[in-house]
């Protein structure tokens, strides 16, 4: 390999934190360089890989807290993500090609979850039943307000009132006012209902959060 060629195979490596190459990259390079990189196509070869290595990203992390019975396995199981670990005290941690989430369980201590799913996210996601008790919900506006209070700047939050599919579900609008959620201020937040069974409104929560994430 001349000496072009191993200076941008040690620039991609800086790129990735690595020297080690996939082995398809590096069949590309070894191609892109047999002849010196004289034949247009070789050369196409080895910058559609550099192009495909470069501008690869690292997964969106999200955290997804609700309580039990709220629906965030079937919520899991709708969007096809695959729990990959689980952590203690029954906290999971599901990914696709883009997203990994950590779920978990708003207990007593709904901060110290946050805290164990991870230090660093991207976006918060909570999962509420709608036909959840009134009591129930003013308990979540007690713990979550100030939890959400003490995110990072710039991690938007999204509310998916689940299970509204129910004849006895709450309203998105009775569900704000519940959680006191038009108190929140400088966070992007949203709130969506769905139901994670039929999977009515829960990709138009997810664009919203693509957007914001964006």
């Given at each position: 390999m001349d000496t072009t060629w191993r200076t941008m195979c040690m620039i991609v490596a800086s790129k990735r934190g690595t020297n080690k190459f996939p082995a398809c990259v590096a069949l590309a390079l070894w191609d892109g360089a047999s002849?010196?990189?004289?034949?247009?196509?070789?050369?196409?070869?080895?910058?559609?890989?550099?192009?495909?290595?470069?501008t690869t990203k690292p997964l969106v992390e999200m955290a997804l807290l609700g309580a039990p019975g709220a629906?965030?396995?079937?919520?899991?199981?709708?969007?096809?993500?695959?729990?990959?670990?689980?952590?203690?005290?029954?906290?999971?941690?599901?990914?696709?090609?883009?997203?990994?989430?950590?779920?978990?369980?708003?207990?007593?201590?709904?901060?110290?979850?946050?805290?164990?799913?991870?230090?660093?996210?991207?976006?918060?996601?909570?999962?509420?039943?709608?036909?959840?008790?009134?009591e129930r919900f003013q308990y979540y506006k007690t713990h979550l307000l100030a939890l959400i209070c003490s995110l990072p700047p710039g991690v938007p939050v999204l509310c998916l009132a689940n299970k509204q599919d129910f004849p006895d579900a709450k309203s998105v609008a009775a569900v704000v006012d519940l959680l006191g959620l038009h108190s929140l201020r400088n966070r992007s937040w949203y709130i969506q209902s769905c139901s994670c069974i039929t999977g009515d409104g829960i990709y138009e929560g997810l664009d919203w959060l693509r957007h914001v994430l964006k």
């Amino acid at each position: 390999m001349d000496t072009t060629w191993r200076t941008m195979c040690m620039i991609v490596a800086s790129k990735r934190g690595t020297n080690k190459f996939p082995a398809c990259v590096a069949l590309a390079l070894w191609d892109g360089a047999s002849t010196k990189a004289s034949k247009t196509g070789e050369r196409k070869g080895f910058f559609s890989s550099l192009k495909s290595l470069l501008t690869t990203k690292p997964l969106v992390e999200m955290a997804l807290l609700g309580a039990p019975g709220a629906g965030k396995s079937a919520f899991l199981k709708f969007v096809k993500y695959t729990v990959v670990a689980s952590l203690p005290r029954g906290f999971e941690i599901a990914e696709n090609k883009t997203y990994r989430i950590k779920t978990g369980i708003i207990g007593n201590t709904p901060e110290h979850a946050v805290q164990l799913l991870s230090s660093e996210f991207h976006a918060l996601i909570l999962m509420f039943d709608s036909c959840d008790t009134e009591e129930r919900f003013q308990y979540y506006k007690t713990h979550l307000l100030a939890l959400i209070c003490s995110l990072p700047p710039g991690v938007p939050v999204l509310c998916l009132a689940n299970k509204q599919d129910f004849p006895d579900a709450k309203s998105v609008a009775a569900v704000v006012d519940l959680l006191g959620l038009h108190s929140l201020r400088n966070r992007s937040w949203y709130i969506q209902s769905c139901s994670c069974i039929t999977g009515d409104g829960i990709y138009e929560g997810l664009d919203w959060l693509r957007h914001v994430l964006k």
